[in-house]
Nanobody
């Protein structure tokens, strides 16, 4: 079955760290992209980071470069988002998502939500000052 389940959200202070996890069916990872997206109240859904599930390569939104790290475990069944130096503007609902193989045809679209077929229900991250 196709399933993406996020966990690890919560409330943290600015400057703190948080790790999100996404459990997924293995076939969703192979030769596809997995990504993290976020949506804050009153804002559009934003691509945060994505990783290719063949030979691993990662892509990051400018707003999180140097602070967030995407990774997956050796079984290719769990996706992670390590978030450091969190800021209040990082507050959002965070979603795990996956593409079909071949859905990403250029690097410029790796963080385009319209390219992703499967979505989790989200986990809330709140960063307070």
């Amino acid at each position: 079955q196709v399933q993406l389940v996020e966990s690890g959200g919560g409330s943290v202070q600015a400057g703190g760290s948080l790790t999100l996890s996404c459990a997924a069916s293995k076939y969703l990872y192979r030769y596809s992209y997995m990504g993290w997206f976020r949506q804050a109240p009153g804002k559009e859904r934003e691509g945060v980071t994505a990783i290719y599930t063949g030979p691993a390569s990662a892509f990051y939104a400018d707003s999180v470069k140097g602070r967030f790290t995407i990774s997956r475990d050796n079984s290719d069944n769990t996706l992670y988002l390590q978030m450091n130096s969190l800021k209040p503007e990082d507050t959002a609902m965070y979603y795990c998502a996956a593409t079909l193989p071949g859905a990403i045809d250029s690097l410029a679209t790796a963080l385009d939500a319209t390219k992703y077929k499967y979505w989790g229900q989200g986990t809330q991250v709140t960063v307070s000052s």
